[in-house]
């Protein structure tokens, strides 16, 4: 006998665009129970709006809360290393993928999923990399800027909310982008005439979309952080612009909210 919270959690859950057996991993439910309250008589939700209602969970749907600080990292994470996908069902899939060299950045963009959006996430594991991923029919309205075609292919525009979100919470945008599409590095250069060498830390920011460097270099213009920017040629790809920030104390500034991946 399971009490009524956990049974409309499973309802909730389902609203939001989650497996039968997403739901059951979660709720520690059998696949059978679930759809028996779903499709049987023994069970139903409190009430009929409540099951009916599926956008009370959506900040943009309707007045639920969101985590801007949270929201503003995912974002940076979404526009390097995301996409949404959708069944034929008209479940939307967000995917962000993650280097396996970093397992602590699969933590961070999971939690910031879930802080964004009350869904469960889950990881598929691909050759050198891992996807996390969360499904509900409302991703769009977080990310508008989803679309057929790669980013760099069409106009990337962040929607007012959006761009305020961005402009309040720059670090978290930044660490995000970074954390996608850039690193920290130790640059080793060769002193003149000598066989030694130095080394200073920089960060690195990389895409072909210039809508998207524009947005990285905007945020930390907004905070006085000091870049320059160079092209990389990759025939016969589309090329690559590179951000760089090297200054010693515009590279601390990056470490106080930035840091090296892990």
């Known amino acids: 006998m399971y009490s009524r919270d956990v049974v409309d959690e499973t309802f909730r859950l389902k609203a939001l665009g989650l497996t039968d057996k997403a739901i059951s991993t979660q709720c520690g439910v ?25 956008t009370v969970y959506c900040p943009r749907c309707h ?5 801007n600080k949270a929201y503003a990292y995912l974002l940076g994470l979404y526009l390097g290393d995301g ?15 993650c280097d396996n060299k970093y397992p602590g950045l699969m933590d961070l963009c999971a939690s910031a999923m879930e802080a964004v959006f009350p869904v469960g996430t889950f990881r598929v594991s691909r050759n050198g990399c891992t996807s996390v991923k969360a499904a509900s029919k409302h991703w769009p309205c977080l990310f508008p800027q989803h679309g057929k075609g790669h980013k760099h292919s069409r106009p990337i525009v962040l929607a007012s909310w959006q761009q305020k979100v961005v402009d309040d919470h720059p670090e978290p945008f930044i660490r995000g982008l970074v954390h996608s599409d850039g690193c920290r590095i130790l640059n080793r250069i060769r002193k003149k005439g000598r066989n030694e060498y130095y080394e200073y830390p920089r960060y690195h920011f990389s895409n072909t979309s210039s809508d998207i460097v524009h947005l990285f270099t905007t945020a930390l213009d907004r ?8 092209t990389r040629v990759r ?7 590179i951000i760089s920030v090297s200054k010693k104390a515009a590279v601390a500034r990056m470490d106080a909210f930035v840091g090296p991946k892990y």
């Not at 139903?44 to 409540?50: D, F, L, M």
């Not at 069944?87 to 962000?96: D, I």
Request: charged share 25%.
């Open 83 to 97: 996409h949404i996908t959708t069944s034929r069902r008209g479940v939307y899939v967000l995917w962000v993928f």
């Open 235 to 241: 025939p016969p790809f589309q090329d690559q612009t």
């Open 30 to 54: 059998s696949v059978q129970a679930i759809r028996h309250w779903r499709y049987g008589n023994r069970r139903a939700p409190a009430t009929e709006a409540r099951r009916q209602n599926r």
């Open 63 to 67: 007045d639920a809360r969101l985590d």
């Open 223 to 230: 905070l006085n952080i000091p870049w320059k920017s160079h």
